[in-house]
């Protein structure tokens, strides 16, 4: 699981971001082993932050029974998130390794968005209200079916 923001026009879903844009907080479940998109949640303002857009967008429902990644900044969710450092304090040797691991499943949910953004509606959204949640979800579809093509 993770989110990203794209550009919007709508003032009401977008909040100002720091490169004076308008942005909305999209989330998307990505299958690890597939790389299929298999839910898409309602965007949020662009300020929000990342794990009260999770737990308010009905994805953890979705998600119930699978094993559930996230990055960092998600630790109060429930999802599986990788180990911290701490200054001056090195990883022991198995949260290393599991912190590894953790980076290339992720890596795989990162490489799906940025497909994703290469449809031109998700990298200046223009659409009004819930116009934003059915082009992703649209983009989410495309993007299924030339993996599957």
């Known amino acids: 699981m993770d989110g990203t923001l794209v550009p919007v026009r709508d003032r009401k879903i977008g909040t100002p971001s ?3 844009r308008f942005s909305a907080n999209v989330r998307v479940v990505v ?23 999770w737990r308010n967008s009905g994805l953890a429902a979705h998600c119930e029974g ?9 630790t109060t969710t429930g999802l599986i998130v990788p180990h911290r450092e701490r200054p001056g304090r090195p990883l022991p ?8 691991q ?3 499943v992720r890596a ?3 490489h799906t968005f940025s497909r994703m953004k290469n449809y031109k509606i998700l990298r200046h959204c223009r ?12 983009v989410a579809r495309m993007h299924d079916l030339a993996l599957a093509a």
């Open 18 to 20: 720091r490169d004076y």
């Open 31 to 53: 299958d690890a082993e597939t790389r299929l998109v298999t839910a898409a949640a309602r965007p949020v303002p662009g300020t929000t932050a990342d794990a009260e857009a």
């Open 66 to 74: 699978a094993t559930a990644l996230g990055d960092g900044a998600r």
């Open 93 to 100: 040797k198995g949260e290393e390794e599991d912190t590894a």
């Open 102 to 104: 953790h980076r290339k």
């Open 108 to 110: 795989r949910v990162e």
């Open 127 to 138: 659409q009004r209200a819930d116009g934003l949640h059915h082009a992703v979800q649209a």
